[in-house]
């Protein structure tokens, strides 16, 4: 069995604070400063991402993100990733974190770049049970979270010629769609933008529209659906999470759903810097459950933790110390009868489905 995460800004991560993926999470945060990382004081939290414990996990395929913030949004006062002002600064951003990811898989041999269905397959492989432990890669699928660096619709295809293969129209509002927490629709530019993935197949996110541009964009894309991280409204009730009219939506378009392992986004009663001891990690099954009994089965649920986006380890569920205890999530739902089909659906398969439907054979 192996897990898929669906959402981790790691290019954001290491251009905003020289977070090293290549380094395990202790050490990472062992090298930082905890006062100048406290959320309390415009940091971005403990680091609780590195790719030896998402190996240690099984993580076999991250969704990686090409994540550009507007300068109206800045977090993170800290932060040394620059924001933008126009579609200039937003194109050359996405780019710079694109050159990052390319010179991380360029540089280690257990990452690669997933652009096929053959990069896939190659990746899988090193997962086999008579694969030697020491070979194993993770692939990474690029994904654009808000999508203002596609200077026009029509420029989508040299980003998906350099490997994009994932899109989010929206992380606040953006040329191509009104984003959550400020209503509104697709604009004409996300609906042409739609038109333009659809001619690639590419993966459409739905993570972060605005409820309106949602239902606009599952009525208007043919191609294959996913909301990479996004918790159900009955633990949190805000337009960031999805109420179950949306949930059975996606699932009605055989989409699958990402639970975040965010605290805020799990409990109505959390607010960002409590105590970690506020979230039991069993809410995380909690929300799968959900998931499931919205849809009638476990065939559109997964994992989109986005861990270290915006929140760090004092703001994931209890008892969890890195991306490495992701892994918990098989022995959880197990614990709560689950079939052994059914936990690798969740852990991994249900993306790997999506995956295996947007990438081109090439």
């Known amino acids: 069995m192996i897990l898929v995460d669906a959402h981790l800004d790691i290019a954001y991560n290491a251009i905003s ?34 790719l030896p414990d998402g190996l240690l996990a099984r993580t076999a395929v991250v969704f990686a993100t090409v994540f550009t913030m507007p300068d109206a949004d800045k977090f993170f006062p800290l932060s040394t990733e620059p924001t933008y002002k126009n579609v200039q600064q937003a194109y050359d951003n996405g780019q710079r974190q694109l050159d990052y990811y390319e010179r991380l898989t360029d540089d280690h041999e257990q990452l690669r770049l997933i652009r096929t269905a053959a990069d896939l397959e190659a990746v899988l492989a090193t997962w086999a049970p008579d694969a030697p432990m020491h070979g194993r890669q993770q692939g990474l699928v690029l994904l654009m979270e808000g ?9 989508f295809e ?5 490997g994009l293969r994932a899109v989010g129209p929206a992380w606040s509002t953006t ?15 996300g609906y042409d933008l739609l038109e333009a993935m659809a001619d690639a197949n590419a993966l459409l996110d739905t993570s972060h529209l605005a409820e309106r541009a949602f239902f606009q964009a599952l009525d208007a894309y043919p191609g294959p659906l996913m909301a990479s991280h996004s918790n159900p409204r009955k633990f949190y009730d805000s337009e960031r999470n999805l109420s179950d009219e949306q949930i059975r939506a996606l699932a009605e378009r055989d989409g699958v759903i990402g639970v975040v392992a965010y605290n805020v986004f799990l409990d109505a009663m959390y607010r960002r810097g409590d105590k970690r001891t506020a979230v039991p990690f069993t809410r995380l099954l909690d929300v799968i459950d959900h998931v499931c009994q919205v849809t009638g089965s476990a065939q559109h649920v997964g994992i989109g933790s986005d861990m270290d986006g915006g929140f760090g380890l004092e703001s994931v569920p209890l008892g969890m110390g890195s991306n490495l205890d992701l892994w918990w999530i098989t022995t959880g739902l197990r614990e709560r009868g689950y079939a052994e089909a059914d936990i690798e659906a969740v852990a991994g398969g249900n993306f790997l489905r999506k995956l295996g439907e947007a990438l081109p054979r090439g």
Request: hydrophobic share 30%; proline share 13%.
């Open 147 to 155: 999508a203002d660096p596609i200077v026009a619709p029509e420029q």
């Open 175 to 189: 040329r191509y769609a009104y984003g959550d927490g400020d209503p509104g629709p697709l604009t004409p530019l």
């Open 17 to 50: 604070f020289n977070r090293d993926y290549r380094l395990p999470a202790y050490k990472t945060r062992a090298q930082e400063d905890p006062a100048a990382m406290d959320i309390r004081q415009g940091g971005p939290g403990l680091a609780s991402v590195g």
């Open 158 to 162: 040299e980003w998906y010629e350099r």
